[in-house]
């Protein structure tokens, strides 16, 4: 398992639909996480907050939440001053 990887919303989908056909197909999800490569506790992350979601509304929430960061950034600054 690799650490410190960004993926893609496209790659995020996809692993999600993966790891769902294995579990359906009879493997935990443990077992389903190490085939993919990633690590069990991330799935489950992503399943809580990408579950339902569609590739656009992956990218659009992880702006969102980039952007957030930004302004949170931004307001601290600024308080400082």
Not at 31 to 60: H, M, N, P, S
Request: proline share 2%; with cysteine.
């Amino acid at each position: 398992m690799s650490q410190n990887r960004r993926h893609s919303p496209e790659q995020i989908a996809s692993l999600l639909r993966q790891i769902g056909l294995a579990i359906a197909n009879g493997k935990n999800a443990p077992e389903a996480c190490y085939e993919v490569g990633i690590a069990e506790y991330t799935y489950y992350r992503w399943r809580g907050e990408f579950w339902e979601l569609r590739v656009d509304q992956i990218k659009r929430m992880k702006d969102l939440k980039r952007e957030n960061m930004n302004l949170k950034r931004l307001v601290a600054k600024l308080s400082l001053d």
